[in-house]
């Protein structure tokens, strides 16, 4: 099953779904995932495949609650270089909505350090 549809960038998504209640069981419990996958739908179709398979739940017997995009607004990442003479760190950050593309970003603006540091 992909997780991703030709061509597109993987976001990140935070599923919430539960199982229908019933006269049996009023309160039932309610499951959140956090998924990657290009679509709503994929990240959906990827909650229930794991649910199925952790929980004996099937789509038809459970019903989504929400599912929103991670949002991701402020990246820190901190490494360490090793100088001729001592040991510091460098710092990278980066801001964006979503976390992957923040990911490389920041990873780009630190590549020049690092290379500079060799």
Not at 25 to 31: A, D, G, L, Q, S
Not at 69 to 74: D, G, K, P, R
Not at 96 to 103: E, K, R, S, T, W
Request: hydrophobic share 35%; aromatic share 8%; glycine share 6%.
């Amino acid at each position: 099953m992909p997780t991703r549809a030709k061509g597109e960038v993987l976001h990140e998504y935070i599923v919430i779904g539960r199982k229908l209640p019933t006269e049996k069981e009023p309160v039932t419990p309610i499951y959140k995932m956090q998924t990657f996958a290009s679509n709503s739908v994929i990240a959906k179709s990827r909650f229930w495949y794991f649910i199925s398979m952790l929980h004996r739940l099937k789509k038809a017997n459970g019903e989504i609650l929400e599912c929103k995009e991670s949002v991701l607004l402020n990246l820190r990442t901190s490494f360490p270089v090793n100088d001729t003479d001592s040991l510091d760190n460098s710092y990278g950050s980066a801001e964006g909505i979503h976390g992957i593309p923040v990911i490389c970003r920041c990873g780009e603006r630190l590549l020049p350090i690092v290379i500079k540091q060799l």
